[in-house]
C-alpha cells in the first residue's frame, strides 16, 4: 500500500471509530426508546417482531464499546487491536442483518398476529394474575386515544363474557380517566359515547408497530453498509501493517 494512501486510510478509519462510537450510543438510545415503549404492549401481545428492538441494544451497546478499540488500534497501528474491531465488527453486522430481517418479516405478518393477540388478552384483563396484561391495556388505550379491539364494544363482546362483568369499559378508555369512571351504574347512558374512546386500538397499534419496526429495519440496513467499509479499511491496514514488519 503507498504510504500517503496508508496515512489516508489510516485517519479515514480514526474517524470511522468516533462516528461509530456516536452512532453505537444512537443505536442504544433508539433501541431503548422502542422497548420502553413497547414494553407494557409485549403483555398484550406475544408477536416476536419487536425483538428486533433487543438486538438494536445489544449492536448498539458493543458498537460504542468496541469503537474505542478500533480508534485506538489504527492510531497506534496495533494489529491485535484492529484485528479485535474487525471481529467484533463482523458480529455487529450480523446481529444488524438479524435485526433487519426480523423487522422486515415481522412487519409483513404483523397484522396476522397482532389481532388474536389482542382479543385473546382482553379476556384476561383484570386479573390478579395478569397485572402485565391490565397495565398493557390502559397504556395502549390512553395512549393512542382508543378502546378495545375493533371498538368499544369489544368490551363486552370478549370481557364481560368471559367474566361475567356488569363494568362498561376500563377507565383508562375514559376520554378523562379517573376511578370508576367506566362503571355504567356512574355513567349516564345517554352521555357515553360523549365521555369514552370509541374508535379501536387495532389500527393505531399496528401502525405504531409498523413504524417502529421499518425504522428499525432502515437503521440496520443502512449501518451495515457503512460497516462493511470500515471492515475493508480496517483489513487493509492490518495488512500494510503485516508488510512494515510490525506483528504485535
Known sequence: MNESYYKVTRIIVVLFNFIFFITGCGILSFGIYVQIEKGDYAAVSTTKGLT???LLIVAGFVTALISFTGCLGAFKEKRTLLWI???????????EIASFIIALVYRMKLKDDLRGDMISSIEEYGEDDQEGITKGWDWIQQK???????DSLDWARYY??????????????CVTEKKDCGNPYRMA??????KIYNKGCFNELEDFLKYNLLTIGIIAAV???IELVAIILAF???THIKEAGEFV
Do not use: T
Open 144 to 150: 393512542f386515544e382508543c378502546c378495545g379491539v375493533n
Open 85 to 95: 474491531f474487525l471481529i467484533m465488527m463482523s458480529l455487529i453486522v450480523i446481529l
Open 52 to 54: 428486533a428492538s433487543l
Open 223 to 225: 449501518l451495515v453498509v
Open 236 to 238: 487493509l491496514l492490518i
Open 160 to 173: 364481560e363474557k368471559a367474566n361475567g362483568s356488569h363494568r362498561i369499559v376500563p377507565d383508562s378508555c
Open 189 to 194: 347512558n345517554h352521555s357515553i359515547k360523549n
